[in-house]
């Protein structure tokens, strides 16, 4: 069998996503369909799908409809579901407003997500999220190879695992073509692993460092939002700061994470449409009859 969906390409800062409009919420999504659309070789290839629906329209999304109109149904590349993805999110606003879908307000336009409400702040090229609030929650660890790195565990609506190189160690050099190995007791829904190294002082900004990603569902992506968000709060941790800007470099350019004086989270970078079209996808595991 074969279904023809009418998409559009996107990303932030290379963590790219198949958009798929369904205002209604009359599409059959499935675990194959989206693992299909997001083949690299067979489909259209993306870290993700961004399912755009009413809010209302949505199991997940109807108690947030009396304050945001649209829901970001996202999916990992793997088919499984995620609360939140940072970069998404951006991507997301950056839809709506290009489709003339929602108004970029000045007060930033609301995305109702499975972990909650974000704002979406478009500032020409860049687009800025209001992010829930990071919370470190555990130490742990996670394992490459031979090297074992501890870390930080931080919910930011999705799970993450913060760990930092030291002693020589460099990003560069890891191999994240499969995932850590991470305690699985603590993690019981997976988790997004970032390993992070300092990097040179930039001006205006608290803290810099370059992170290197691998996603739960996903694998490693040139770029991770909530991942950035996780990798900024422990560095401000660090620091003693309780408010700041980092500057964090993933493999696909660079995002910035701020806590303001109010105590808001913010995410902010670049976030681009790049294609639209129609795509036959084969549906894997159906038999023709
Ligand atoms: N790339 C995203 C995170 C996507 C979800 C993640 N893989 C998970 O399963 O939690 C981002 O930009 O935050």
């Known amino acids: 069998m074969m279904d023809r969906v009418f998409f559009t390409?996107?990303?932030?800062?290379?963590?790219?996503?198949?958009?798929?409009?369904?205002?209604?919420?009359?599409?059959?999504?499935t675990p194959?369909?989206?693992?299909?659309?997001?083949?690299?070789?067979r489909g259209v290839g993306g870290d993700g799908v961004l399912r755009v629906v009413r809010a209302a329209k949505h199991p997940e999304g109807a108690g947030q409809a009396a304050d945001a109109e649209w829901?970001?149904?996202?999916?990992?590349?793997?088919?499984?579901?995620?609360e939140m993805c940072g970069n998404g999110v951006r991507v997301f606003a950056r839809y709506l407003v290009a489709n003339r879908l929602a108004a970029p307000g000045a007060e930033g336009l609301p995305v109702a997500t499975r972990a909650g409400i974000m704002l979406a702040v478009v500032e020409a090229d860049t687009i800025r999220v209001r992010m829930s609030t990071p919370k470190v929650y555990a130490a742990s660890t996670a394992t490459v190879g031979i090297l074992t790195v501890p870390g930080l565990a931080v919910d930011c609506g999705n799970p993450h695992l913060v760990c930092g190189l030291h002693?020589?160690?460099e990003l560069a050099g890891l191999d994240l073509s499969t995932g850590p190995a991470v305690d699985r007791s603590l993690f019981k829904a997976g988790v997004n692993v970032e390993f992070v190294e300092a990097a040179?002082?930039?001006?205006?900004?608290?803290?810099?460092?370059?992170?290197?990603?691998?996603?739960r569902g996903s694998g490693e992506t040139m770029s991770?939002?909530?991942?950035?968000?996780a990798v900024g709060a422990v560095a401000?941790?660090?620091?003693?700061?309780?408010?700041?800007?980092?500057?964090?470099?993933?493999?696909?350019?660079?995002?910035?994470?701020?806590?303001?004086?109010?105590?808001?989270?913010?995410?902010?970078?670049?976030?681009?449409?790049?294609?639209?079209?129609?795509?036959?996808?084969?549906?894997?595991?159906?038999?023709?009859?």
């Open 71 to 82: 829901f970001m149904d996202y999916w990992n590349s793997d088919g499984s579901i995620a």
């Open 224 to 229: 991770c939002g909530t991942g950035a968000l």
């Open 200 to 215: 040179e002082a930039l001006d205006g900004l608290d803290r810099h460092v370059r992170m290197r990603v691998h996603e």
């Open 32 to 41: 194959a369909l989206v693992a299909a659309l997001c083949d690299r070789r």
């Open 167 to 169: 002693d020589g160690v």
């Open 236 to 289: 401000l941790r660090e620091a003693g700061l309780s408010s700041g800007s980092v500057a964090v470099d993933v493999l696909g350019g660079r995002l910035v994470v701020t806590c303001d004086e109010q105590g808001a989270w913010w995410l902010a970078g670049p976030a681009v449409l790049v294609a639209s079209g129609e795509v036959t996808v084969p549906v894997p595991g159906h038999q023709p009859g």
């Open 9 to 29: 390409k996107g990303h932030g800062t290379a963590n790219d996503f198949v958009i798929l409009s369904d205002p209604d919420g009359e599409l059959e999504l």
